[in-house]
């Protein structure tokens, strides 16, 4: 397990909280990331405590289940990150179906992985998500972008890059924007522009100031709807 797997873009330690109703596999989860080095700051077992703690101690990835108990995970989402957008929330399930995925996505997940991932799965799906990927049980990420899909053929009231006075991208950060609503990872992004992987993180969050989004999945959703993944 490399140290890697525990660290931020920066280097630093990645701030994790884990939330399920069920001790055992909590504690196992928070062992699992605290011994490949990330800090957990927190651990919870239902969702008021969840939103509690995660208001107090603002991690920068919470791992959370979506069966709990007081309060739903979902609710716990939403709450979460409209106190603080720059939390990223991981969801890791028993349940694959589209329903709960698609719920979770709404409700500000940048992530979903289920229960049935490998520790180093679960290890690797954190670290991405700490830097900003979309993480997804394969299958599950075209489930989502196809919903977008969906949702980007309805009329939309969010203003486009064309309109006046909407935000102006640069042409890098359209280019890294079309890159990203296609399913590239950043690591991949760098590769394909001959950039760093710091490079492409800097114009992602320069993007997602511009245009007043709060993290990846809606950048995702942003593109599809001006259709840039086909671009």
């Known amino acids: 397990m490399s140290e890697e797997q525990g660290?931020?873009?920066?280097?630093?330690?990645?701030?994790?909280?884990?939330?399920?109703?069920?001790?055992?596999?909590?504690?196992?989860?928070?062992?699992d990331l605290a011994e490949s080095g990330c800090e957990v700051v927190a651990t919870a077992g239902d969702g008021e405590q969840a939103v509690r703690r995660a208001r107090a101690t603002t991690p920068d990835?919470?791992?959370?289940?979506?069966?709990?108990?007081?309060?739903?995970?979902?609710?716990?989402c939403k709450e979460v990150v409209a106190a603080n957008p720059a939390v990223r929330v991981l969801v890791l399930s028993a349940s694959g179906e589209?329903?709960?995925?698609?719920?979770?996505?709404?409700?500000?997940?940048?992530?979903y992985l289920l229960k049935s991932a490998s520790t180093e799965e679960l290890l690797d799906a954190v670290r991405r998500?700490?830097?900003?990927?979309?993480?997804?049980?394969?299958?599950?990420?075209?489930?989502?972008?196809?919903?977008?899909?969906?949702l980007a053929s309805e009329p939309a009231p969010t203003a486009g890059t064309d309109e006046p006075g909407a935000p102006r991208l640069t042409d890098r950060e359209t280019e890294v924007l079309r890159l990203v609503a296609k399913g590239l990872s950043y690591?991949?992004?760098?590769?394909?522009?001959?950039?760093?992987?710091?490079?492409?993180?800097?114009?992602?969050?320069?993007?997602?100031?511009?245009?007043?989004?709060?993290?990846?999945?809606e950048l995702v959703r942003y593109a599809i709807e001006r259709g840039l993944d086909d671009a």
């Open 7 to 31: 660290t931020t873009g920066t280097g630093g330690p990645v701030r994790v909280m884990v939330v399920d109703d069920h001790p055992m596999w909590r504690d196992a989860v928070a062992r």
């Open 61 to 76: 990835v919470l791992v959370l289940d979506l069966n709990l108990p007081v309060k739903p995970g979902v609710q716990v």
């Open 98 to 111: 589209h329903a709960d995925v698609l719920e979770a996505v709404k409700s500000g997940a940048t992530g």
């Open 129 to 150: 998500t700490a830097v900003g990927d979309a993480v997804f049980t394969p299958g599950l990420a075209g489930l989502v972008l196809g919903e977008y899909r969906r």
């Open 187 to 217: 690591k991949q992004i760098a590769e394909r522009l001959v950039i760093s992987h710091r490079t492409v993180q800097n114009h992602v969050q320069n993007t997602l100031g511009k245009l007043q989004l709060h993290n990846r999945v």
